[in-house]
């Protein structure tokens, strides 16, 4: 007998045919039910019966096409992972959980639409599925977890739910050919490295709503052109926009208390920057390698300026010694601001041009 049932509980599939089907009565999948078959099956079909898919059930199988019916509530961890081949799976209404890793390193996979009844999508659940072009996100969904969309190289348009609340950990990092982004009003917290090394996003308009965007975010986005900041924000976190090479100007709404360290580093297109009188300081690093930065302005009340924070880049040569090491930018760099402020203080430490504002 090709199957191994206990209790209702598919345990395993034994079996060579190249096209199974399960029988029906079976209400569940059991772990690794069909990874470990090495016969090469390439679909199967899934009686109504069945209500949950356990831990990697199918996982690293040659299935290229699969739809699931409608009553089936659980999908686990890794059910899917490493199906090379899959290229169309269908899910069902009924779907409330999709596990950890469920599609992971589906790369034939090329677009899904996931249920309604879903409201968060775990950890790895689409990584490395290079494949994936399109992703249609149901309202319903209020978090996307760590590395969930983790090197979709592929996807170009990211468009999030209006229920959407958070963006976990790398959500969408090095998914480096999207080109659109829309994030919801619903948003709350754009979390650590969301969407680095996005490199084809040119705009990005963050909602009002949202208030914490977390260290590195925007990390590494070359292509980013325009960021448009609400004013919502209270706070910015560490090289949030590190590295954004087009990048001409920036503007800090009104609520913001600090410039974080490194938050603008390498920005070498930046030209303008606009800090409100909410900061408070600017830390260490903030604008440094921002070369085409020439002048900024300085409110009344930041009472602290780090550490090469102004004025600086990074000499990665040795041109001027050490290499690694900042030095002032070319062409000298003036600072406006009020006397007697830490302005004017940062400004003489440094040997900068100080112009001081009535």
Not at 243 to 265: A, Q, V
Request: charged share 25%.
């Amino acid at each position: 007998m090709s199957f191994t049932i206990d209790n209702h509980v598919l345990k395993k599939y034994s079996g060579k045919d190249k096209n199974v089907t399960i029988p029906d009565g079976i209400t569940e999948i059991g772990d690794e039910a069909f990874s470990r078959n090495t016969s090469g099956f390439k679909t199967v079909v899934i009686p109504s019966s069945v209500t949950k898919i356990d831990w990697r059930a199918f996982s690293n199988t040659k299935i290229t096409k699969m739809s699931l019916p409608n009553g089936i509530t659980e999908i686990g961890n890794n059910a899917f992972q490493g199906c090379h081949n899959l290229k169309q799976i269908i899910l069902p209404d009924s779907l409330e959980e999709l596990g950890f890793g469920a599609f992971e390193e589906c790369e034939s996979l090329t677009k899904i639409n996931l249920p309604k009844g879903l409201t968060a999508i775990h950890s790895d659940t689409f990584l490395a599925c290079f494949g994936l072009e399109k992703v249609s996100l149901p309202e319903g969904i209020t978090e996307i977890d760590y590395k969930a969309f983790y090197r979709c190289k592929s996807l170009r348009e990211i468009i999030l739910p209006n229920t959407l609340e958070k963006l976990g950990t790398l959500a969408f990092g090095l998914c480096e050919n999207a080109r659109k982004l829309h994030l919801p009003e619903s948003l709350r917290v754009i979390g650590e490295f969301s969407f680095w090394c996005c490199k084809g996003l040119d705009r990005v308009e963050i909602p009002e709503g949202v208030t914490t965007i977390e260290p590195a975010a925007f990390c590494s986005c070359t292509g980013l052109k325009s960021v448009t900041l609400p004013s919502t924000i209270t706070c910015i976190k560490d090289r949030a926009f590190c590295g954004c090479e087009r990048l001409k100007s920036i503007e800090f709404p009104e609520g913001l208390n600090k410039i974080d360290s490194e938050l603008m580093s390498g920005c070498t297109s930046l030209e303008s920057v606009t800090i409100p009188e909410s900061v408070r300081s600017i830390e260490l690093w903030a604008f440094v390698d921002c070369p085409n930065l020439k002048e900024i302005t300085i409110p009344y009340n930041v009472t602290k300026i780090g550490e090469c924070a102004l004025g600086y880049y990074i000499d990665t040569h040795g041109n001027r010694g050490l290499p690694g090491m900042p030095y002032p930018i070319d062409g000298g760099f003036t600072i406006k601001g009020y006397a007697y402020t830490e302005a004017e203080r940062y400004a003489n430490d440094n040997g900068f041009r100080f112009v001081e504002l009535n």
